[in-house]
């Protein structure tokens, strides 16, 4: 408080004006008998007024008439046509207007590239053919020559895997 100088202020700031305590007691007194005299407003409401107040107010509210919101997306019109989208693209994507693919279409080269670029294994080949399909009959007409299959075994097989078996 000694650092602020707190303690050594004699002026606080605030000064009332020049005579206003003098002539305090004549203004009171003059605001007094001006409100005693102006207790009227000036404004007079009619006679029964607020006895059909009410009534008049509720007239007046009932008299307009609410009209009809309609939607625009009621719940009605959009079953209607979702289940229209759904149909559509159901027809669509069961693909009935597509012919069905057969094998006689494939050509061999196509099924051959897939078989080399899919990685499809001997054993999956297998599983696709039918034991009554096969029969022994179809291997004994075919005849290779001893160069053909030594150049197979060479290029398909390891040394290792001839000489164990």
Not at 27 to 49: C, N
């Given at each position: 408080?000694?650092?602020?100088k707190i303690h ?34 000036g404004f007079k ?18 008299e307009k008439e ?100």
């Amino acid at each position: 408080m000694k650092t602020n100088k707190i303690h050594n202020v004699t002026n606080s700031g605030l000064k009332a004006p020049k005579d206003y305590f003098d002539n305090l007691e004549d203004r009171l007194m003059a605001e007094i008998k001006l409100s005693e005299t102006l207790s009227d407003s000036g404004f007079k409401a009619p006679d029964g007024y607020f006895d059909t107040l009410e009534s008049s107010i509720l007239s007046k509210v009932s008299e307009k008439e609410t009209t009809k919101v309609i939607p625009l997306f009621n719940k009605k019109n959009l079953l209607y046509f979702s289940s229209i989208a759904a149909a559509v693209l159901l027809l669509f994507n069961l693909s009935i207007f597509e012919k069905e693919t057969s094998w006689d279409s494939l050509d061999t080269e196509t099924v051959e590239n897939y078989i080399l670029d899919e990685n499809v294994g001997s054993y999956e080949i297998a599983s696709l053919l039918l034991v009554d399909d096969i029969s022994e009959d179809d291997f004994d007409s075919l005849e290779f020559a001893d160069e053909a299959m030594e150049g197979y075994f060479l290029e398909n097989t390891s040394v290792e895997d001839l000489i164990i078996k």
